[in-house]
């Protein structure tokens, strides 16, 4: 299953750099959609990066966020913005309620024990985390694609008195 998250997420990105537009499923990518337990893998993009009238070069932004969680309530993450899609297997439990549907996602420590919906606990657990997520950010689309890199100045609000003909 992880080899097959991490082809389908390979299989979209390529189609991305390409094409210049996510496409609006797996299959369309040409990627496999099943997962080892013969389930269909997640795919959710930023609905503004997908179709040919889409353009990733002329984006610099994208709706989807990604929080990596850093302890078992998930209440101290690190947040990934600026993601273009995700796609992930809801593991052996079947149960992806702990990454969710919808921005922003959820990863989380393997193995973690929590009961639905997405309580943490380590007495009793019905299920054990285990989805396999992967992800891509616009900005890695864009790097790969060869799109113009926006200017940004990153100099202080007030620049130093300058004379003519100094350096």
Do not use: H
Not at 49 to 60: F, I, K, M, T
Not at 111 to 131: H, K, L, V
């Amino acid at each position: 299953t992880r080899e097959t998250v991490k082809q389908a997420k390979e299989a979209v990105l390529g189609y991305a750099v390409k094409n210049g537009y996510l496409p609006a499923n797996l299959e369309a990518a040409g990627a496999r959609r099943l997962d080892a337990w013969t389930r269909d893998l997640q795919y959710f993009t930023a609905t503004e990066l997908v179709g040919s009238a889409a353009n990733v070069c002329s984006r610099e932004e994208a709706s989807l966020t990604v929080r990596e969680c850093t302890n078992t309530d998930c209440s101290s993450f690190l947040a990934k913005s600026n993601i273009a899609f995700v796609v992930y297997s809801n593991g052996e439990d079947a149960d992806g309620a702990c990454t969710g549907t919808t921005s922003p996602f959820y990863v989380r420590e393997q193995a973690m024990g929590y009961n639905s919906p997405c309580t943490y606990t380590t007495t009793n657990p019905a299920f054990n985390y285990d989805d396999v997520v992967a992800y891509v950010s616009l900005d890695e689309i864009r790097s790969l694609r060869g799109c113009p890199q926006p200017l940004r100045i990153t100099s202080p609000a007030a620049l130093d008195q300058g004379e003519e003909d100094s350096f």
